[in-house]
């Protein structure tokens, strides 16, 4: 499959000529490559060849096709839990981005949906990071996406994921609510950061709910958040076995929000094995983002990947409205790791 850029023109480029437009908005190639590339009919405006001089128009579609790029290899260890004509589950691996975006295209989830299992409309209900191994759901129709989506936002999904964290005393149980903020101190522009309700997360004494009643009677947003951008996040963690320096643990989000459980974790002191934004030390992610990384930097992560596992989800399927439990096993290089230790 090709990849496709497409961009509506805003009014503030009413006039220009497609070649000075798209020199301007993607210096990546001069005024005369883009040129060349529009003569050789890789770019079209309103599914039109165009010419370099031809003068955009406000609302005007203009596409092109990127230049064919190697993308980086990754894992396309993919197990499928449940499929039938409304929903598709899989176990993906820690090396695999769902979406399309930045050098990856053809080396996603969402291509092999398409290449390998013929899906030519489809919703992904959650998505992961693509070092987060795990559960995804893929809603094949409109319907079940709605109805899917509708169980998430209103808090009727039990999620549970498995983690690695760097720490020799994590408590056996610790329920966290707080806030998520733009880190504004952070050199990395899409960091985020936890700061727990009152600047105090303390250990919770185990809930006597069930996990259904227990996300129903989660405590009322607090009306004074410290920034025009914070999400509210709660989340339940608890001690599954203490591995030496590191713990292995299962958090259960009762919101979702980007980044919560690493931003969380990061907040109490005990970063998740192998995250590279939110691990020990932010400046591996711009080493890693460079392909700088030293044997040093790799032996502080300890793993290759941030160790953190999709490993449950409980919701009722869309259509017949029964119950779907999936619960997986932790994924091979989590496991070495523990046996390691």
């Known amino acids: 499959m090709k990849r496709q850029m497409v961009f509506e023109i805003p009014g503030t480029a009413e006039g220009t000529a497609a070649a000075d437009f798209l020199a301007a908005r993607f210096p990546y190639h001069d005024r005369t490559g883009w040129c060349a590339r529009i003569e050789a009919g890789t770019v079209t405006v309103n599914e039109l060849p165009c010419a370099p001089d031809l003068l955009l128009k406000t609302g005007d579609r203009l596409a092109y ?15 499928i839990i449940l499929d039938d004509e409304d929903l598709l589950l899989v176990n993906k691996s ?17 291509a092999w949906l398409k290449r390998e299992q013929g899906l030519a409309d489809f919703t992904f209900v959650n998505r992961i990071d693509r070092e987060t191994s795990g559960l995804v759901v893929i809603a094949k129709n409109f319907a079940a996406s709605e109805n899917c989506r509708k ?23 610790l329920e966290t609510a707080g806030w998520l903020v733009a880190d504004t101190a952070s050199a990395i522009r899409k960091k985020r950061k936890f700061i727990p309700e009152g600047r105090d997360a303390s250990p919770r004494r185990p809930s006597a709910l069930n996990a259904t009643e227990e996300r129903t009677a989660r405590r009322s947003v607090p009306t004074n958040p410290p920034s025009a951008d914070a999400e509210w996040a709660e989340t339940k963690f608890r001690l599954i076995k203490q591995c030496g320096d590191i713990a292995l643990i ?3 989000p009762h919101t979702g929000r980007l980044h919560q459980i690493r931003a969380t974790l990061l907040a109490l002191g005990t970063p998740i094995v192998g995250d590279k934004l939110y691990g020990v030390d932010e400046t591996l992610f711009l080493r890693f983002c460079k392909d700088t990384l030293t044997v040093a930097d ?44």
């Open 298 to 341: 790799r032996a502080r992560l300890r793993m290759d990947r941030q160790a953190l596992h999709a490993s449950g989800l409980s919701f009722h399927h869309p259509k017949f409205g029964r119950p779907v439990t999936v619960e997986l096993d932790l994924p091979d290089d989590m496991q070495r790791k523990i046996f390691s230790l």
């Open 94 to 110: 820690g090396n695999l981005p769902c979406h399309p975006g930045g050098r990856y295209f053809n080396h996603t989830l969402w």
């Open 151 to 173: 169980q998430f936002s209103g808090r009727k999904v039990v999620k549970r994921y498995q983690a690695l964290v760097e720490s020799t005393d994590f408590p056996a149980e």
């Open 65 to 79: 096709e990127p230049d064919n790029r190697p993308e980086p290899p990754v894992d396309f260890n993919i197990g």
């Open 250 to 252: 299962e958090a259960e």
